[in-house]
C-alpha cells in the first residue's frame, strides 16, 4: 500500500525532488535530489523507451491532418460523433483532447468538460445533462468525462447512493443503444494509467508551478482509494462494455504513444474521404484492447 499521497508529497517537497522540462515545455520529468528522472511509466509497460519527441510530432501532425479529413467529411454526410474520454485521474485525457482538437475547426467540433451538478440539474434525469451537449448533424463531440461519472467517482466517493448508482448500471448501455440507433456513433475510450505512475504524475502537478492547478483536494483524496476505483472501472466495464458500444482501454504511461494510439483507433473505424491507410494503419495491440479485456490489469 503507498503511503498516504499528502504524507508523499510532503515527503517530496522535503527532500528536494523538482520538475525537467523538454524544449517544448509539455510532459515534463520528476526529478529526484540526485538529477535522476523518476521512471515510473515502465511499470507494466511493453515498450523499453518512451517514444521519440521527433518521431511523435511528425506522427502526431499526419493524424491531425487525417482528423481534420475525417471532420470535413463528417460536415459533409451530417454524421453525429460523440467521443468519450475516461479514466483515472492523471491517466492523459485531458492532453489527448488536446491534441485531437488542435487543429479542428471549433465551428463543428466542442469539448465538454461539465462541473458539479447545479441544483436544478440534480433533480433532472441523471442523463438529461448530457443529452442537452450531444452533437447536431455534422458535429464532433468529445467529452472530458462523460456520464461515467456515476460509475467512478460518484460510487467511490459517495455522491450518489446505491440505487442511482445501480439504475446507472441498468440504464447507460441502453441509453446507448438509443444513441446509436438514432445515428450518434460514439467511441469510448478509457485512458489506463499504474499505480506508481499516476503518483508520479500528480507529483509533478505539485512541483510544478503551472501545473498546480490541476491538482484538487479531490484529487488528493481519490488517490488514497485505489483499490475502491479499481472495483469501480472493473464493475463498470463488466456491464457497460457491450457489443453495441464496446469500451476501447488504452495504456498511457506513456503519453505520447496513447495519444497516438487514440487518434489511430478513432480514425480507423470510418472510411472517410482521401483516407491515408498507411498513416491511420491499426492502434498497437500492445496498448490499445477492447476494454472487457483490460479487466484485472
Not at 52 to 81: C, M, N, P, S
Amino acid at each position: 500500500m503507498i503511503q498516504n499521497f499528502r504524507e508523499y508529497l510532503e515527503d517530496l517537497v522535503r527532500q528536494g525532488y523538482s520538475v525537467r522540462h523538454d524544449e517544448h515545455g509539455s510532459d515534463p520529468d520528476l526529478i529526484d535530489p540526485g538529477g535522476n528522472p523518476i521512471e515510473t511509466w515502465r511499470d507494466d509497460y511493453p515498450y523499453d523507451e518512451r517514444m521519440d519527441r521527433d518521431h511523435y510530432e511528425i506522427e502526431k501532425y499526419r493524424l491531425q491532418v487525417e482528423l481534420l479529413k475525417f471532420q470535413y467529411w463528417a460536415q459533409d454526410t451530417g454524421t453525429k460523433h460523440v467521443v468519450l474520454f475516461e479514466g483515472r485521474d492523471a491517466a492523459g485525457k485531458g492532453g489527448t483532447i488536446k491534441r485531437f482538437t488542435e487543429h479542428l475547426n471549433p465551428r463543428s467540433s466542442r469539448v465538454v468538460a461539465l462541473t458539479k451538478p447545479t441544483e436544478t440539474e440534480r433533480g433532472e434525469w441523471y442523463f438529461q445533462r448530457y443529452v442537452r451537449r450531444l452533437p447536431t448533424a455534422g458535429e464532433v463531440v468529445l467529452f472530458d468525462r462523460s456520464w461515467y461519472n456515476r460509475a467512478g467517482v460518484e460510487r467511490v466517493m459517495g455522491f450518489c447512493t446505491d440505487a442511482e448508482y445501480e439504475q446507472f448500471m441498468h440504464q447507460a448501455p441502453v441509453f446507448e443503444e438509443m444513441l446509436i440507433d438514432s445515428g450518434v456513433h460514439l467511441t469510448k475510450l478509457w485512458f489506463s494509467v499504474t499505480q506508481h505512475e499516476q503518483r508520479t504524475r500528480f507529483a509533478v502537478r505539485q512541483i510544478d508551478p503551472v501545473r498546480r492547478w490541476k491538482l484538487s483536494p479531490m484529487d488528493i483524496e481519490s488517490l488514497d482509494r485505489w483499490d475502491a476505483y479499481t472495483d469501480a472501472k472493473e464493475a463498470m466495464m463488466l456491464n457497460t462494455d457491450t457489443d453495441v458500444s464496446p469500451w476501447t482501454a488504452i495504456k498511457s504511461n506513456d503519453k505520447k504513444r496513447a495519444r497516438l494510439n487514440a487518434m489511430r483507433y478513432f480514425l480507423s473505424q470510418y472510411d472517410y474521404e482521401d483516407k491515408d491507410l498507411e498513416v491511420v494503419a491499426y492502434a498497437d495491440p500492445k496498448l490499445v484492447r477492447r476494454g472487457r479485456h483490460s479487466v484485472g490489469d
